[in-house]
């Protein structure tokens, strides 16, 4: 009847053997693939590809029709956070303060601002409503790629 010693030390052996049989095969596959002139084909276009995508992205995120647009929506939405608050109704009044802050440039400031001139029970509501926003709003993005991606 076999030890139990000897079983583990069968069993590391096994394990040290299949490790290096792994190894191995990695090493082998790398060689492989670094040999393969189509790869450095793919490899070359692919960095040639990457700074082109970069400059498009860059063009993107600097677009002032979308900054223009950015701005009238914050402007809106403070403006709806404002009357929502004078007539009392702080739920909605908190919902479009906390859209103004997803899109504004500087919410840190933005919410100095709020510290300072919103009642304290209802800037401490904005602050327990922060996190709840940005969850819909990634949630409404990740919808909307869905959406983009969807060839139907």
């Known amino acids: 009847m ?16 299949g490790a290096f049989a792994f190894l191995g095969y990695c090493i082998y596959l790398d060689r ?7 790869f ?5 276009d692919k960095r040639r590809a990457e700074p082109q ?6 063009t993107q995120l600097w ?4 900054t ?17 608050l004078s007539r009392g109704e702080h739920r909605m009044g908190i919902q479009h303060l906390g859209n103004a802050l997803l899109v504004c440039e500087q919410p840190r400031e933005l919410l100095k601002v709020f510290k300072h001139t919103l009642p304290p029970k209802v800037f401490e509501m904005l602050l ?3 996190p709840l926003i940005c969850q819909q709003f990634e949630a409404d993005m990740n ?3 869905c959406l983009e991606d969807d060839p139907d």
């Open 128 to 130: 327990h409503k922060i």
């Open 2 to 17: 076999p030890s139990v010693r000897s079983l583990l030390g069968l069993l590391a052996a096994a394990a040290a053997c």
């Open 40 to 44: 450095k084909r793919r490899l070359r």
């Open 143 to 145: 919808e909307q790629d």
């Open 63 to 66: 677009d002032p029709t979308k």
């Open 53 to 58: 995508k970069a400059e498009e992205q860059g």
């Open 32 to 38: 492989k693939r670094r040999g393969d002139p189509a």
């Open 68 to 84: 223009k647009k950015l701005q009238e929506l914050f402007l809106q939405e403070v403006r709806m956070g404002e009357l929502w």
